[in-house]
């Protein structure tokens, strides 16, 4: 069966920085699109980054623009989200996920989910 399994979460200061990796099992990634999405408390899953399957294309959402850099390395099955000047606004549970069709910019279509790692920004 398909596993994704987050790491990399913890507690920062604000400004700092975090990498997440999302490794991948029971399916092989260099044929999809990978998504990051994000759950602050009390607040819906929200969409975060998403990469193209050979990593030509991102996309992402306007908030993390400029501070956040998706990416993949399809030999290890992996994806990782690169977070640089971390706001208290960023901490939430993060999970990575497939996506299994339409186009990069649509935030539909996702499917699979890990148990997520959680990210927390002090100030």
């Known amino acids: 069966q398909v596993q994704l399994v987050e790491s990399g979460g913890g507690l920062v200061q604000a400004g700092g920085s975090l990498r997440l990796s999302c490794a991948a099992s029971?399916?092989?990634?260099?044929?999809?699109?990978m998504g990051w999405f994000r759950q602050a408390p009390g607040k819906e899953r929200e969409f975060v980054a998403a990469?193209?399957?050979?990593?030509?294309?991102?996309y992402y959402e306007d908030s993390v623009k400029g501070r956040f850099t998706i990416s993949r390395d399809n030999a290890k099955n992996t994806v990782y989200l690169q977070m640089n000047s971390l706001r208290p606004e960023d901490t939430a549970v993060y999970y990575c996920s497939v996506k299994l069709g339409g186009p990069l910019t649509s935030t539909s279509q996702y499917s699979y989910w890990g148990q997520g790692t959680q990210v927390t920004v002090s100030s």
């Open positions: 029971g399916l092989t990634i260099s044929s999809y699109a």
């Open positions: 990469i193209s399957w050979r990593g030509g294309s991102t």
